[in-house]
């Protein structure tokens, strides 16, 4: 009967099934649930960190019953975009306690099929119905998600850490692991893998034999190979009559059966042997060593790190300098040298998230690196490299964009420095978006580490971190934070008037048409806004004065900072711009030259950067390098700040934004009539 049976197609087996009055629904139903996952068991491994630390297995189930943990991961999961056309539908549809700790979660998808009809020849197509499930557990903090199609996985695991407010990270099980996990003795294949194009090994080989547990010793050309995949005899029950193949995929923490089984078996087998895994890995994570703990991690994996870089030796840059942070971080010492890093394959991953790379070799009369003098303008620290592929690098100076010569280079004593190659001193300093995704890592696989883009801060030397710890001293401050300044930033402008601010702000120049000693001290009274610095007289003990900006600066009041009620502040002013100012536009170096210039006058001790426009990424970094290196504070005024500041003025003197445009507009022709004259 039960040959019979099989031979028959479903259509047929389903009109049985609907005539057997022995079958019930209930039986039916029980069937589906104990076969739904029939197709070989795999099981993808992450480790899961609550962000609320006082959450355990049992509020968080007690906080998601009655389906609702369900509805919650729906909400997040229909936000989606599929990775392919050929999958749809995802949906999580049934919640099951499999013990008091542990969480499933069924889901269901389609995936399209496309094939070729016999009798027309034309392509066509049908979506099946797949299951897939997941398991959390937070006492034993761990995740796994079975899906049969691999790509969903990294979907559903974000949904995951968005949906339970949780960290969902990726594991390695690494050979220590498997060695303490599996039984060597039962191994049937495994591949070695080592990536070395010096050496005349090969970079994989895999090796199969029935009983090769008991040859691994025989295998000694292949001790310092990685292992990242192997397949085992493992027994399924307790008395080890039921059987399977095991395999293991290392680097993506994965381990899959070939053999189908019962939910309840799959079940019983999945908890036991995932117990003992995430077991020894909470095990390092607790007490491990640094190199152990990175190793265990699927850092490669990690969806964030995927979204911001692009290609392996990228991602392996960005993960080694992470290393070095932790490193010190938890040594307590501010640098790390990157050993397996060399200052050229550093620079080529990272170039495009570092504000600046600027030059600094080592002078062998001084005995250690220092700074260089541009042979044409005398300026320090302004000395920037320039990497691009297939070209050798290049050193000019960001203030008058001569190039260095290698026969030239000078350190400040006047000392002749040898050049072996402009990458013997890079200093690279990097992006807030590097340094903010580095938080963002850290804070998940190191959260007692920890790490604050606020309050701490890193460099790269040749290939050595820099770490400047949680003692670091703030160097730029928003007017936002500073409290004689709320009155200015503190008030909301709708919509409507900011389109009419902006306009004013467009209009708006650093000197106006009256602009001389006498000029300037009569607008001191007036109610009216014609330059840039104008506004500040309405807040600040500031006096207009003609615009001298090397000699007075622009801007000039006391300020409350550094615990003094009278610190003196000196701003650069610039006018309207629509793209950002860079160090190559002739404002950028303005700018730079009247900053280098202000940061070695003692009596000046926060220098602003005030400008109705933006500031680019480079030059900000630059500016606020070379006030931390002189001691300086650094205020930002830029397009924002200024119209509050300009909204602010506007109000205080009971003008109309009309009355403003109309006396800037008049302005602008009388400076036209007095440049034409002049000419």
């Known amino acids: 009967m039960q040959d019979a049976l099989s031979r028959l197609d479903k259509a047929k087996l389903i009109e049985i099934v609907e005539k ?52 919650t991961l729906n909400e997040r999961i229909s936000s989606f975009q599929y990775p392919t056309e050929a999958l749809r539908g995802l949906t999580a549809d049934q919640q099951t306690m499999l013990n008091p700790e542990t969480l499933e979660i069924s889901f269901k998808y389609q995936s399209r099929y496309d094939y070729i009809e016999p009798e027309t020849e034309m392509s066509n197509s049908i979506f099946e119905l797949q299951y897939g499930f997941l398991w959390i557990d937070f006492d034993k903090r761990f995740l796994s998600v079975s899906m049969p199609a691999d790509s969903l996985v990294g979907h559903v695991t974000k949904a995951v850490e968005l949906a339970f407010d949780c960290f969902v990270t990726p594991i390695n099980i690494t050979k220590s692991v498997m060695n303490s996990v599996f039984n060597t003795e039962s191994m049937k294949r495994t591949t070695f893998s080592k990536a070395d194009p010096t050496s005349s090994k090969p970079d994989k080989v895999t090796v199969t034999d029935s009983n090769l547990g008991s040859k691994l010793d025989q295998l000694k050309e292949y001790e310092d190979y990685e292992s990242p995949s192997s397949v085992f005899e493992e027994a399924i029950d307790e008395d080890g009559e039921f059987s399977s193949t095991l395999g293991v995929n290392c680097d993506k923490g994965k381990i899959y059966l070939t053999r189908q089984l019962r939910a309840s078996q799959m079940r019983n087998w999945g908890l036991w042997r995932i117990g003992q895994l995430i077991g020894r890995i909470n095990s390092i994570y607790d007490n491990g060593e640094i190199d152990e703990l990175f190793e265990s991690f699927g850092l490669e994996e990690d969806v964030d790190l995927a979204d911001f870089a692009y290609g392996k030796d990228e991602k392996a840059a960005i993960i080694q300098v992470m290393k070095a942070i932790v490193t010190c971080k938890k040594k307590k010492i501010d640098s790390f040298r990157l050993t397996e890093q060399i200052p050229e394959k550093l620079v080529s991953a990272l170039k495009k998230h570092a ?58 004593m006047n000392h002749k420095i040898r050049v072996d190659s402009w990458y013997d001193g890079v200093v690279l300093v990097p992006k807030p978006s590097l340094t903010e995704l580095l938080q963002k890592l850290i804070n998940k696989y190191f959260h007692t580490v920890g790490f604050s883009v606020t309050e701490e801060s ?32 503190e008030r909301k402008i709708t919509q409507k008037r900011r389109d009419e601010l902006a306009e004013v702000l467009s209009l708006l120049k650093e000197k106006c048409s009256k602009h001389s000693l006498e000029g300037c001290a009569a607008c001191q009274k007036e109610k009216s806004v014609r330059c840039v610095m104008k506004s500040f007289v309405t807040f600040t003990d500031h006096k207009l004065h003609p615009h001298h900006g090397q000699e007075f600066g622009d801007v000039a009041f006391t300020i409350k900072m550094l615990d003094m009620d009278d610190a003196v502040f000196v701003g650069i002013a610039k006018s309207y711009e629509k793209k950002p100012i860079n160090m190559s536009s002739d404002k950028g170096r303005e700018m730079l030259q009247q900053f280098v210039d202000k940061c070695g006058d003692t009596s000046v001790h926060v220098l602003g950067l005030i400008v109705a426009g933006e500031l680019d990424q480079g030059l900000t970094a630059r500016l606020v390098e070379l006030a931390r290196l002189y001691g300086k504070k650094v205020v930002m005024w830029t397009y924002e700040e200024l119209m509050s500041a300009v909204d602010f003025t506007i109000r205080k003197y009971g003008l109309t934004v009309e009355e403003v445009l109309e006396d800037l507009k008049s302005d602008s022709k009388k400076r036209s009539r007095g440049r034409k004259n002049a000419s």
């Open 20 to 71: 057997s009055d022995e079958i019930r629904t209930e039986d039916i139903d029980d069937c589906f649930e104990e076969n739904r996952y029939s197709r070989r068991p795999n099981f993808r491994l992450f480790m899961l960190r609550s962000h609320d630390p006082k959450r355990t297995s049992a509020s968080f189930i007690d906080a998601n019953k009655d389906g609702r943990a369900i509805v």
């Open 355 to 412: 504000l600046l790379m600027r030059y600094q070799p080592y002078c062998e009369d001084c005995g250690h690196h220092a700074d260089v003098t541009c042979q044409s303008c005398g300026k320090t620290q302004l000395l920037e490299i320039t990497s691009r592929k297939g070209k050798n690098p290049v050193v000019a100076c960001s203030f008058c964009l001569e190039h260095l010569a290698e026969d030239q280079v000078r350190c400040l």
């Open 458 to 489: 890193f460099h790269i030397h040749k290939n050595t971190v820099h770490y400047a710890g949680r003692q670091v001293t703030k160097v730029v401050y928003k007017i936002q934070e500073l409290e004689q300044f709320k009155q200015v930033c």
